[in-house]
């Protein structure tokens, strides 16, 4: 049963700060009002699209877990959330078992074993345009279907072919588009029509499918019934495999069938930090995402951030340095931990926030320009995401990708599988941002086999032992302070969780050196208080579309609403998704 909770109000703007209290009489504070979050009994799901979130509530209702909910979702989202919902992609899963086990599955992609250093370096040492995003050069081998199989026979307690049977349905009887459906296909129309196959199903004389129109992908179900009956191998090989791989050699690509037959995913221990009492369960290296937010969290925790108040000029000022230096330190020394050495613990080292502390000027911007690797205290990616918890406990955060939206926008033939551009998660070259305005280090070189750095963050927080917060995100290099915002409106400005994914954000990368702001995320006043200390602020980025859960009550501390345990937020940016429980 889904139950409304009473909405509060939040967006609280402060410009207590830099000493100007006395210099500003007190205002009255701004308010927006939220709606309240989705509250039910049982258990809950989270996707970017209503379908896919309605299957993974019904393996709920089936008596399936959490894990079975989030296989059946993966595929689902592979039909109807086309623009990053793949079987040609790859992703992660953090997860924690209701008998308090905590893991992570890398099902990542995989440069083929072809691939070289300089492969998208022209003669003269250049960049080509292009390759690594919209070329069979651009594809890495994909990890989905793999990880959602490992997930399954791991932790999972259902029948693939059960589990498989929604998408199948769904991709062969074909699904009536809602706007924002047709909005999202809109945006890979110029894509579509340079793929003939791509073309056939995503197109209609050329142009885009409308809403309420309806979308058959017979190949796609195809491909999708290979998967029920014979498992990773009805996709990595027989015909799919082998449509990929001809399709690969025609288009000048490297994935070959020996790539296909040696991808396998793989589980590794989750980044773990702690955060005012709450512990951070996320992703390890290949992802930067959990040492990335740890490295933040442990920085913010040495301010007074509920004091300082949501919105306020100190408040923002902080993050914003915090940020910078973080995500220095990601471009610069992260990577697939099979090929590099990842300093994990140095940066999620309580010691080493202090030091980012000391070095942050509170009344001053930094220079991005002036931060480098080796100067103290610095030593020597479209999506999507769903959050998925269940009655026992099983809770699962899932982030997978084909990259950009439509990845390559490349489709085998006969196979109706979009492919990722995930190579240009690596360093084409140093100091040559990629398509996120992501400039990395040698760290994460091009290498046969190698997966590429990753900022997809999916997140467990726990208080005792128990998943109080399951939280992701889309959105490329701005997942991670997207995560952080959320998480710190939870903890610090005790926002419901509706509030926390609906709240303004901004972003700061590093390079190239602005903070991003959304609209209402920074009030006029504090806007002048932060360019007079340096900040450049502009525009923001394309929005990030949130899947949230917290447990227990609407917010931390809160009551909750008569028997309800779970209460979902669906970010409304995108004007797609749903929460929804049972």
């Not at 890979?188 to 199903?201: L, S």
């Not at 408040?315 to 471009?331: F, K």
């Not at 070189?445 to 995100?473: E, F, H």
């Not at 502009?538 to 447990?551: D, G, R, S």
Request: with cysteine; aromatic share 6%.
């Amino acid at each position: 049963m889904t139950t409304p909770v009473p909405p509060r109000r939040w967006l609280r703007r402060s410009v207590l700060a830099l000493g100007l209290a006395a210099a500003f009489p007190a205002l009255p504070p701004a308010f927006a009002a939220s709606v309240a979050p989705v509250a039910a009994e049982n258990g809950m799901v989270v996707t970017a699209q209503r379908l896919a979130t309605r299957v993974g509530v019904d393996v709920l209702k089936r008596g399936g877990n959490a894990v079975d909910a989030a296989v059946a979702v993966g595929y689902a989202l592979a039909v109807v959330y086309p623009a990053a919902g793949n079987l040609g992609g790859g992703g992660f899963m953090t997860l924690q078992l209701a008998d308090g086990r905590k893991t992570f599955l890398d099902f990542r992609e995989k440069a083929p074993l072809a691939a070289t250093r300089d492969m998208f370096l022209d003669k003269d040492g250049n960049v080509i345009k292009g390759a690594s995003t919209k070329s069979w050069l651009a594809v890495g081998v994909p990890g989905t279907v793999d990880g959602l199989e490992h997930a399954r026979e791991a932790w999972g307690t259902m029948q693939r072919a059960d589990l498989i049977a929604p998408a199948i349905a769904l991709a062969e009887s074909g699904f009536p588009l809602e706007q924002g459906d047709a909005d999202m296909l809109a945006n890979g129309a110029d894509d579509f029509r340079r793929d003939a196959a791509a073309g056939q199903i995503f197109l209609t004389n050329g142009q885009p499918l409308a809403a309420g129109q309806t979308l058959v992908q017979a190949d796609l179900g195809r491909t999708l019934r290979a998967i029920s009956e014979r498992g990773r191998d009805g996709f990595y090989k027989g015909t799919v495999g082998t449509a990929l791989v001809e399709a690969s050699r025609a288009g000048g690509g490297l994935v070959t069938q020996a790539d296909l037959d040696r991808y396998r995913s793989r589980e590794l221990p989750p980044i773990e930090c702690d955060y005012r009492g709450y512990r951070v369960v996320s992703a390890p290296p290949p992802s930067s995402g959990g040492v990335v937010v740890c490295e933040l969290l442990n920085i913010l925790e040495g301010y007074p951030l509920k004091e300082l108040g949501w919105g306020s000029a100190e408040g923002i000022h902080v993050t914003i340095e915090a940020m910078r230096h973080a995500y220095l330190d990601r471009n610069s020394y992260l990577g697939d931990p099979d090929f590099v050495k990842n300093p994990v613990e140095r940066l999620i080292d309580k010691a080493y926030a202090a030091k980012v502390r000391a070095a942050i000027d509170p009344k001053k911007a930094g220079i991005s320009a002036e931060l480098k690797p080796g100067t103290p205290p610095h030593e020597g990616s479209n999506t999507t995401h769903y959050s998925v918890i269940d009655g026992a406990g099983n809770a699962v955060s899932v982030t997978y990708t084909l990259n950009d939206w439509f990845g390559t926008g490349i489709v085998p033939p006969g196979t109706g599988v979009l492919l990722n551009n995930e190579m240009d998660d690596f360093t084409a070259k140093v100091g040559v941002p990629n398509i996120y305005g992501l400039v990395q280090g040698e760290a994460n070189a091009v290498a046969p086999g190698k997966t590429p750095l990753s900022s997809m963050s999916p997140t467990i927080v726990t208080k005792d032992g128990k998943p109080v917060l399951v939280v992701g995100t889309p959105g490329g290099s701005r997942i991670i302070t997207v995560v952080l915002q959320t998480i710190l409106n939870v903890i610090d400005h005790g926002m419901t969780i509706q509030e926390a994914v609906d709240a303004p954000r901004i972003h700061h990368q590093w390079l190239p050196d602005v903070t991003n702001a959304e609209r209402f995320a920074v009030s006029p006043d504090t806007r002048r208080i932060l360019e007079a200390m340096g900040h450049k602020l502009v525009t923001p980025q394309p929005a990030n579309h949130v899947a949230a859960i917290l447990v227990g009550a609407p917010s931390l501390g809160g009551k909750p609403v008569g028997r309800n345990r779970f209460y979902g937020a669906n970010d409304p940016r995108r004007g797609t998704g749903l929460a929804l429980g049972y």
